[in-house]
């Protein structure tokens, strides 16, 4: 019989919701999972291989301190394939509302005793090594966790959606709530694949799964203005749980 693929879950700063998910609420992703040897899931098992190659290596988590940067590196050079899994890794989600501030500040209000503390910027996992997969969501869906875990497994590319919340929103029949109702809802810009979540349930997308790719961040700033939302508004909107993203760049760089 073949060998199966080996399989590293790594977590940097993150709240480990991804991997939560992973373990306990799906059963897909566990079907797919079984395929593989999983050698590293400090969540998920007690004997971890530490240092050993694996073909597929999922990072959980961004990178906020200099020991996780040389432990991300030593992650790279060990895997055939590297994956982000979710907002933390791909885009450093809600950790990079700190890197508002300067970092002292931070450290301050976050602990008592700084003698030990040498925290860094949050930054993303592929602003410090090369990443084969971007995989959006907070947490990852089952779909696209499943489509991943299968397309790495035949060496095959996986489908990522490309389109935004809105394509889902209009595919469930929804009733527009930022034009209906004047709601600041994110879905034009933000990536799909919760099905359209909220506005399903009649309130404004928030931006979990961050951008979409080109999405068109000045049009829906200019209509969130249009609805009275203020600049400091606007900017936490599209900074929340996108950090100083690229995609949005146009709206939220001050400089
Ligand atoms: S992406 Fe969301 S669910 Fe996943 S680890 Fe980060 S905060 Fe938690
Ligand atoms: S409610 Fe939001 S997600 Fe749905 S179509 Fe309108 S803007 Fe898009
Ligand atoms: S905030 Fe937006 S992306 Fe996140 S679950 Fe809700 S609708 Fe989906």
Redesign the pocket.
């Known amino acids: 019989m073949a060998e199966k693929k080996k399989l590293g879950i790594f977590k940097l700063t993150?709240?480990?919701?991804?991997?939560m998910?992973l373990l306990y609420y799906q059963h897909r992703e566990l079907e797919a999972l079984t395929a593989y040897d999983i050698t590293y899931f400090k969540m998920g098992k007690r004997d971890n291989l530490e240092n050993i190659k694996v073909d597929v290596a999922l990072i959980?988590?961004c990178v906020t301190n200099s020991e996780q940067i040389d432990e991300l590196k030593r992650i790279r050079e060990n895997s055939t394939i590297l994956a982000t899994?979710?907002?933390?890794?791909t885009r450093s989600?809600?950790w990079g509302l700190k890197n508002n501030k300067p970092e002292k500040e931070i450290e301050e209000k976050a602990y008592k005793d700084l003698s030990t503390i040498h925290s860094i910027k949050a930054i993303p996992v592929n602003d410090v090594v090369k990443v084969d997969y971007l995989l959006p969501?907070?947490?990852?869906g089952e779909d696209e966790m499943t489509e991943f875990l299968q397309s790495a497994l035949v060496g095959r590319r996986p489908f990522i959606k490309p389109h935004s919340v809105c394509v889902e929103c209009k595919m469930k029949g929804n009733l527009c709530i930022l034009v209906a109702k004047k709601e600041p809802c994110m879905g034009p810009v933000t990536a799909a694949g919760c099905g359209a979540l909220c506005p399903t349930n009649g309130r404004p997308c928030y931006n979990?799964r961050g951008p979409m790719i080109a999405a068109n961040a000045p049009a829906l700033a200019k209509e969130f203005k249009k609805n009275g939302l203020s600049d400091e508004e606007i900017y936490l909107k599209f900074t929340a749980f996108s950090g100083l993203s690229k995609v949005y760049e146009e709206v939220t760089d001050r400089a």
């Open positions: 993150s709240c480990a919701g991804c991997q998910r959980e988590g899994l979710g907002g933390c890794a989600s809600l969501g907070c947490p990852v979990c």
